[in-house]
């Protein structure tokens, strides 16, 4: 069973950054792709960055290019969300996903197997 465990969420202000961490309980992958989501209240789930384990390629969201940088650690095993110049719109629970198949639908939640339990971003302003 894959367990996914994120970290590095709390409370910031508005301009600040922030590094999230997402690591695996097992070893993943070449084929897998993971991805970063999330969701504000009243909100629907929404893609924001994902990476493909062997070979690395990135891919964004349009509101995320430029301040937000996804990275893998293979011998961690972990995934990471660099965020900088947040801001308070950006206030949400960010979720870790991992899609085993490694499916060109990357930026839909629906082809992800495995979630995490979410970590709470709060920017203030």
């Known amino acids: 069973q894959v367990q996914l465990v994120e970290s590095g969420g709390g409370l910031v202000q508005a301009g600040g950054s922030l590094r999230l961490s997402c690591a695996a309980s097992?070893?993943?992958?070449?084929?897998?792709?993971m991805g970063w989501f999330r969701q504000a209240p009243e909100k629907e789930r929404e893609f924001v960055a994902a990476?493909?384990?062997?070979?690395?390629?990135?891919y964004y969201a349009d509101s995320m290019k430029g301040r937000f940088t996804i990275s893998r650690d293979n011998a961690q095993n972990t995934v990471y969300l660099q965020m900088n110049n947040l801001k308070p719109e950006e206030t949400a629970v960010y979720y870790c996903?991992?899609?085993?198949?490694?499916?060109?639908?990357?930026?839909?939640?629906?082809?992800?197997?495995?979630w995490g339990q979410g970590t709470q971003v709060t920017v203030s302003s």
């Open positions: 097992g070893r993943i992958s070449s084929s897998w792709t």
């Open positions: 996903a991992a899609d085993p198949g490694g499916s060109m639908w990357y930026r839909s939640s629906i082809a992800y197997d495995y």
């Open positions: 990476i493909r384990w062997s070979g690395g390629s990135t």
